[in-house]
């Protein structure tokens, strides 16, 4: 019975950390591109991306302890870190041991972002657009059979067309400031 309930709470804790990382993604895009209105003002989308970033890592947690403890896959604890040395499906766990050594390199270098300097920052947290795509393929090829139902396609395709929308805004729309900051010219 202990066995099924670490089964179901790695599963459920995986799926709502994709859904809190996708957020993630899709606010960082959004504060990237210096969207902004009236009723969501630009600190307000960055901290929302701070808190529920930490959040999500709070999911991951869950997620990799019930997978380490379920005795089922044989998932162990240096598994977590070095990527594409389990005996369970090497290549799907590798790429979600990638995915979260990124995700815990990003986090910790956020915390001491003003002792790092902005541009060590920047240069990190570039990793993001590396580590959420890794982060979905884990899901879909570690999934086994939950992969193919219906609600869970559903919401893998759900989270990928959000993030792509947010990233096709952050790299389209250019902010006036982010002309001026590359030397360019801002049109009168």
Do not use: E, K
């Amino acid at each position: 019975m202990i066995d099924h309930a670490l089964w179901y709470a790695s599963r459920a804790t995986g799926l709502v950390t994709l859904l809190l990382f996708t957020t993630t993604a899709v606010l960082g895009a959004l504060g990237a591109a210096r969207f902004a209105t009236s009723r969501w003002p630009g600190f307000v989308i960055a901290a929302l991306h701070r808190n529920v970033s930490l959040v999500a890592m709070g999911f991951l947690t869950v997620h990799v302890v019930t997978a380490v403890v379920d005795p089922y896959a044989g998932i162990g604890w240096w598994d977590v870190i070095l990527p594409f040395g389990s005996v369970y499906r090497p290549l799907w766990l590798g790429l979600g041991a990638v995915a979260g050594d990124l995700a815990v390199a990003i986090v910790l270098t956020s915390l001491v972002r003003t002792r790092i300097g902005l541009r060590t920052w920047r240069v990190v947290h570039w990793a993001s657009y590396a580590c959420w795509p890794l982060a979905v393929i884990h899901g879909i090829g570690t999934g086994g059979a939950d992969s193919h139902v219906g609600w869970v396609l559903g919401l893998d395709a759900g989270c990928v067309l959000a993030v792509a929308a947010a990233l096709g805004r952050r790299f389209v729309v250019v902010h006036a400031d982010t002309r001026v900051r590359r030397g360019g010219q801002v049109r009168p």
